[in-house]
C-alpha cells in the first residue's frame, strides 16, 4: 500500500477543527500520516504521495466522512 500524508491546516475547519483533529487520529489508515497545521499563509494543504506529489480530490472524502460521521 502507498504511503500517503494528509496535511490539514486548521484554519480550514472552521469551529470544528478540534473534533475534525481528533476524529483523524481515530479514523486515518495506518498508511495515511496526519499533518496538522496552523493557518499560515501559504501553506497548502491536501493529501500527497510518497514523493510529495499531490493527489487531486481525496483529501476531500475525509472531510465527508467526518460530516457524515
Given at each position: 500500500m502507498?504511503?500517503?500524508?494528509?496535511?490539514?491546516?486548521?484554519g480550514n475547519c472552521g469551529d470544528y477543527a478540534?473534533?475534525?483533529r481528533m476524529w483523524l487520529?481515530?479514523?486515518l489508515p495506518?498508511?495515511?500520516?496526519?499533518e496538522?497545521?496552523?493557518?499560515?499563509?501559504?501553506?497548502?494543504d491536501g493529501m500527497f504521495?510518497?514523493?510529495w506529489n499531490q493527489i487531486v480530490g481525496e483529501a476531500s472524502e475525509w472531510w465527508e466522512k467526518f460530516c457524515t460521521s
Open positions: 502507498e504511503y500517503k500524508t494528509l496535511v490539514v491546516s486548521d478540534n473534533e475534525y487520529e481515530e479514523n495506518k498508511h495515511i500520516a496526519l496538522w497545521r496552523e493557518n499560515t499563509s501559504g501553506v497548502g504521495d510518497g514523493n
